[in-house]
């Protein structure tokens, strides 16, 4: 028999909370706007919501920033309501996971304002350090294209941020900081949520502070990247909180091969219970994400069916707040948006591994129609924009870089209706609608069987109904010329999953019956239409 879990039953269903739906007009999604929507996401099939933050925080980097980990921020509601929200999903069989953002505070979170006294018993929270030969005191560069070092004039020191100046890294060798996390996670655990989505998990550990090989990322990086140090702080909190809960945990891991995953969660290390890992989403680019290359499928697929050989349980994901939309990227959100949506989500409930969907995602959303930067929000993007400008990259060529890349593209309203504003807020939203909601919602796709949102509830289902696609062997048959073919199974039962990433028809050698089509086929001859998904049943 198979080691059942319920997280890896269940299906996770990611609230990007600013942007999801806006309760009082003024034109910020929050916790009650999650609650009124309760019911859509239950219908979906969902049994875990994943909470992107909403700690209070001066929003620097969308919650990603936290100044108070037990407080919810104004903006989104109060703590009031987010124990009736829990609540109120624990009535629809849904459990909550919240956003763990321990690699960094904000700058605002009194620890840190503390810690700018040198005699300060917070100093050691976070990684002060005086000028080297006048300079800063190493030479690693951050995620968002800075330096990774502030001046602070009151202390006359530098601190350590490896992403924006306003998130300073806490420093994990001070042992008060681990006490901390872990009075924070039991707190959260003990009002009732099942677990947490761990921010950039795998960096936390800082081995030593030395200058790192220069490189075209990350300089530095080899002094923190999945240290020992690192495992070691994963095992303690496991150990001392996690396991005396019914809860998991998914990491959100940077710079992992299978097997640093497998370090990280396999069952016997006694860490985490799966992890985020990005190589397919960089399969699209080169060194960095903001010089893209042709999507290739057939790279995606074999990256995809090495991570499905070597981690036994893994999350599934193809969109997040961090990423483009998946239709525009991996599918084609113009003549086959409706199929290559279908095939996508095909895909995403049949590989092994928990599946989790990002908001707007199962009515396949696309990639924002802004303009200009005036119209984007994200620091990343601001911070990029400069340093491309600095390195006199053509204006048109920086704004190609941001319609592709820009984590905007994800961060845009949900569309739940096709009227003005499309349901999100009846005030001045934050941040601009697509305009495409006319055409792409959620109330026009819940009232017609065949939509994208439809096929997510059946495909949803469908997993929920055949323990083979949750627990059955992966095995990869085909990842060549833009058809993905690959079986699970179970006993004596086999299911056969066949995707065609392209617009041409193409045949395949493939018999069974047809449990799914997003052509609506009833029976399958081997002809492969355009981005035609099918999932086949046979005995092996
Ligand atoms: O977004 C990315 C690429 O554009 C990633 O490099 C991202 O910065 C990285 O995956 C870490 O992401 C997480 O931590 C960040 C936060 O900005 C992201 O939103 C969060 O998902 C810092 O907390
Ligand atoms: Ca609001």
Redesign the pocket.
């Known amino acids: 028999e198979y080691d059942r879990k319920w997280w890896k039953e269940a299906v996770v269903y990611q609230i990007y909370p600013k942007s999801f739906q806006d309760s009082n007009g003024d034109g910020i999604g929050d916790l009650n706007g999650i609650l009124q929507r309760l019911d859509e996401i239950e219908a979906l099939g969902i049994n875990v919501i994943w909470l992107s933050p909403v700690y209070k925080s001066p929003n620097i ?2 919650g ?2 936290i100044s108070d980990y037990r407080e919810i921020h104004t903006d989104y509601g109060s703590m009031a309501d987010m124990e009736l929200l829990i609540k109120e999903a624990e009535k629809r069989n849904i459990k909550i996971i919240m956003d763990l ?1 321990i ?2 505070t904000s700058d605002q979170h009194p620890w840190f304002q503390a810690s700018r006294d040198p005699k300060s018993p917070y100093r050691d929270y976070y990684y002060w350090h005086k000028s080297k030969n006048g300079g800063l005191p190493n030479n690693w560069t951050s ?2 294209g800075e330096k990774c070092w502030e001046y602070d004039a009151l202390s006359d020191e530098y601190y350590l941020h490896l ?1 924006a100046k306003e ?1 300073p890294d806490l420093n994990y060798h001070s042992a008060k900081v681990l006490a901390e996390i872990k009075d924070i996670m039991r707190f959260w655990l003990d009002k009732g949520v099942a677990g947490f989505r761990c ?2 998990i795998n960096i936390i550990y800082k081995s030593s502070l030395e200058d790192g090989k220069k490189k075209l990322i990350l300089t530095g990086s080899e002094h923190y990247l999945s240290q020992e140090g690192n495992h070691a702080i994963l095992r303690e909190l496991r150990h001392d909180v996690l396991k005396g809960y019914d809860c998991f945990t998914v990491g ?1 891991t ?1 710079f992992v091969t299978p097997e640093m995953g497998n370090a990280l969660c396999a069952p016997e290390r006694e860490e985490l219970d799966m992890i985020f890992s ?1 190589e397919h989403m960089e399969t699209d680019q080169y060194i960095v ?1 903001w010089f893209k290359k042709k999507f290739n499928s057939d790279t995606f697929a074999k990256v995809i069916s090495k991570w499905q050989n070597t981690v036994d349980w893994n999350a599934i994901y193809f969109e ?3 990423q483009p939309r998946s239709v525009s990227r991996f599918g084609n959100d113009q003549k086959y948006w409706d199929k290559s949506s279908k095939l996508l989500a095909t895909l995403l409930f049949t590989l092994k591994g928990t599946p989790f969907i990002y908001q707007g995602q199962e009515i396949g959303m696309t990639n924002f129609d802004y303009k200009d930067m005036s119209e984007l929000r994200d620091i ?1 993007s601001f911070n990029i924009e400069k340093l491309a400008r600095k390195l006199h990259i053509p204006k048109s060529y920086i704004w190609k870089m941001m319609k592709r ?1 820009s ?1 905007d593209n994800g961060r845009t309203p949900m569309q739940w209706t096709r009227e003005k504003n499309a349901g999100f807020t009846d005030g001045t939203p934050w941040i601009q609608l697509n305009k495409n909601h006319i055409k792409i919602n959620f109330q026009d796709q819940d009232h017609s069987s065949n939509s994208i949102l439809n096929y997510y509830r059946k495909m949803i289902k469908l997993r929920a109904e055949n323990h083979i696609l949750i627990y059955g062997e992966y095995k990869l048959h085909k990842a060549s010329k833009n058809i993905f073919i690959f079986s699970r199974q179970l006993n004596q039962d086999k299911i056969t999953i066949i995707l065609n990433f392209s617009i041409r028809t193409q045949t395949v050698n493939a018999t069974g019956n047809v449990l799914v089509s997003n052509y609506d086929k009833q029976y399958f001859d081997g002809i492969l239409l355009p981005y035609e998904a099918v999932v086949l049943k046979s005995k092996k």
């Open positions: 980097d969308n990603y920033d953002v690699n960094h995620f968002f992403f998130q921010d950039v959100e940077v990005f994400k997040n707040h961090d990343e890349c984590r």
